[in-house]
């Protein structure tokens, strides 16, 4: 119960917090509680509404997609789209301490998703299976 205790009040401060930080404490939290059913069921707590509002907007919005005035409008929101997820990515990359000696781990994986058209889901797979190995046996020789 005593280990508990400062996961809870994590989560008191999960509103002040952003989604992702949100979603691994709850995610953390329920785990604790429910075990893998309920770090599961937080886990779709977090993401399955944004899914879903995101996918209503695309269903509402395809009826429009052929008409000149939503075309522009949709040229025009295309930079903010941009900053939008540009600036996520730089503070993941900040709170992930990429530098000059592990910068090309993201960088090789945009450059064969843009250039040679490797199916993202393949890089993270990738990405995932080298973390695990990095940290299972390369780390704890360092």
Not at 77 to 84: D, E, Q, S, T, Y
């Amino acid at each position: 119960m005593d280990q508990q205790r400062p996961l809870c009040r994590l989560i008191g401060y999960c509103p002040e917090l952003s989604r992702r930080i949100c979603c691994k404490h709850q995610h953390l939290y329920r785990i604790c509680l429910r075990k893998s059913k309920g770090g599961v069921i937080a886990a779709l707590g977090c993401a399955l509404p944004s899914f879903i509002i995101i996918l209503l907007i695309a269903m509402f919005f395809h009826q429009f997609e052929d008409n000149r005035i939503v075309a522009a409008i949709f040229r025009g929101i295309r930079p903010a789209v941009v900053a939008l997820i540009a600036v996520p990515t730089f503070e993941l990359a900040k709170s992930a301490k990429i530098n000059l000696t592990n910068c090309w781990i993201p960088i090789g994986g945009g450059l064969l998703i843009w250039l040679l058209g490797v199916n993202p889901i393949y890089i993270i797979i990738a990405a995932g299976i080298g973390g695990f190995i990095y940290g299972k046996f390369i780390k704890p020789t360092e």
